[in-house]
């Protein structure tokens, strides 16, 4: 599949690429949203579904455009598609980054776009990506969604303690080692 003319999907490839961030990220997806309402965003190609395929040419753009909100071959193809996405939305409706919001790469494009509607999980500020990735995993197979909050919100470091611990500790109440707890 990784070789073969027809690529591979981009949710398979950048959860191999990736490791454990990814497949936590596209995890929670499916395990949260419908499919036709997750969207990837492709450097060089904007906000692509979870299926779309890596072909050796799009690896090319992909491997050549770097991620920085301030390259028009980035911005550009990401800025598209999310003013397409938000015509389409409801008014009402969220839009999950499951992306950092610690830097501008995807924020600085997309918060002028879908402004307040644009959120991200609470517990996410002051953890890294294998940390955020874990805890993705542990929610999506505990089935438990995670709270989100407006970027408008600060984004720093919980004042009520270490972020890794507090996530430690929201992990071990909210999901069990061979999946929900049975009732």
Do not use: C
């Amino acid at each position: 599949m990784y070789q073969s003319a027809e690529g591979v999907p981009i949710a398979l490839a950048f959860a191999f690429m990736s490791a454990l961030y990814f497949r936590g990220k596209i995890a929670y997806a499916l395990q949260f949203a419908e499919v036709e309402n997750i969207f990837v965003i492709a450097p060089g190609f904007g906000l692509v579904p979870p299926d779309w395929r890596i072909t050796a040419e799009r690896m090319k753009v992909l491997s050549k455009t770097e991620v920085d909100a301030r390259k028009r071959n980035y911005r550009n193809p990401l800025k598209r598609d999310a003013l397409e996405l938000a015509e389409r939305l409801d008014p009402d409706a969220q839009v999950v980054l499951l992306g950092s919001v610690a830097s501008g790469k995807y924020v600085d494009i997309l918060w002028p776009i879908f402004g307040e509607r644009l959120v991200f999980p609470e517990i996410f500020a002051g953890l890294g990506d294998m940390s955020r990735g874990g805890l993705l995993l542990r929610a999506a197979r505990a089935n438990r969604e995670l709270d989100y909050t407006s970027l408008a919100a600060p984004r720093r470091k919980s004042q009520s303690g270490d972020p890794v611990e507090l996530a430690r500790q929201w992990a071990r109440s909210h999901s069990y080692p061979m999946g929900p707890k049975r009732t």
